[in-house]
């Protein structure tokens, strides 16, 4: 009898580590699945921001315009360029297009493009040109996070020297027909707001940028400022009330308008696979506005 109740033990005993062990190796199985998965989702991220370059990329690779890259020397400093002419008969005005903190990536070339397509010639600097030994524009560089950290070390002194560079060789092509406007996104858009302080040009069109600072800075502006926010930026929408009223108090133009439902950056959002349907119709409105405004000085 104590055999047969020892034999049963030992049957039980054995059950018993059988199924745990398959229970840890089904526990196991599953939290590879879900590694796996995890993986699968980073790698669709992934896969989500190279098609949407790969959208700008054969947005260029399809346009029928001219586009080249040029150097334009600032007292020995060399500043990369990407310009895009219109297909037009007469000469035509020039849009100088600022990038955001991201750099001259191929979404910013790709915007040049769409605006060269309604009739301006676009310059597009790369101002991240000659930035040390080793990184010569944006595209040396190893993230956009690396570009953008770059991009804020930069002094003002030397941006806006650049952008002088810029503008001068705009006025130096045959084709320009002597109408300078200036247009920036995001830390662009900032850069764009600084420009209209420069007499050089007709105008300054500010996508989602940061409002200056300084209330001396706007008794300075020589140039109506027309702005494109959007509704949920709240950090720089932040200046927009007391840019109005200082602009007001010092007679000068500033026209804005803010796109509802939409948030920082959506001019670059509605360009990619991931748009959805309020990116595309804040983007449609303000690209329309835009076109407008630029008629103006066409």
């Known amino acids: 009898m104590k055999k047969i109740i020892s034999l049963c033990f030992v049957v039980f005993f054995l059950t018993a580590c059988w199924a745990s062990q398959e229970v840890m190796e089904t526990d196991s199985d599953m939290n590879e699945e879900v590694s796996m998965q995890d993986d699968m989702m980073d790698m669709d991220h992934g896969s989500m921001d190279m098609d949407d370059d790969m959208t700008s990329k054969q947005a260029l690779s399809d346009s029928p315009r001219h586009q080249e890259w040029v150097e334009i020397d600032n007292n020995g400093k060399t500043v990369h360029a990407f310009v895009v002419y219109p297909e037009n008969k007469e000469n035509s005005s020039a849009v100088v297009m600022i990038h955001e903190n991201k750099g001259l990536n191929d979404w910013a070339r ?4 769409q605006v060269a397509a309604e009739g301006y010639i676009v310059i597009a600097p790369d101002l991240l040109s000659s930035f040390d030994d080793e990184r010569e524009m944006t595209s040396d560089f190893a993230s956009p996070d690396d570009a953008t950290q770059a991009l804020y070390s930069l002094s003002q002194e030397d941006i806006t020297s650049d952008l002088e560079a810029v503008a001068q060789y ?5 084709t320009f027909n002597g109408n300078l406007v200036s247009a920036g996104f995001c830390w662009g858009g900032t850069q764009s707001f600084q420009l209209a302080k420069d007499d050089d040009y007709k105008a300054s069109l500010v996508f989602y940028g940061t409002t200056p600072q300084d209330e ?7 140039v109506p400022v027309y702005g494109f926010y959007a509704e949920n930026d709240d950090r720089v929408n932040a200046g927009i009330e007391e840019t109005s009223e200082q602009m007001q108090a010092n007679d ?15 001019m670059r959002q509605a360009d990619t696979d991931s748009s959805d349907e309020l990116a595309q119709a804040a983007k449609d409105a303000a690209f329309e506005r835009m076109m407008n405004i630029l008629s103006e000085y066409k």
């Not at 001396?216 to 020589?222: A, E, I, K, L, M």
């Not at 000068?252 to 948030?263: L, S």
């Open 110 to 113: 790709s915007m040049a493009d």
């Open 170 to 174: 705009a006025k130096s092509l045959d």
């Open 216 to 222: 001396s800075f706007y008794s300075d502006v020589q």
């Open 252 to 266: 000068k133009a500033f026209n804005y308008e803010i796109y509802d439902g939409v948030g920082h950056a959506f």
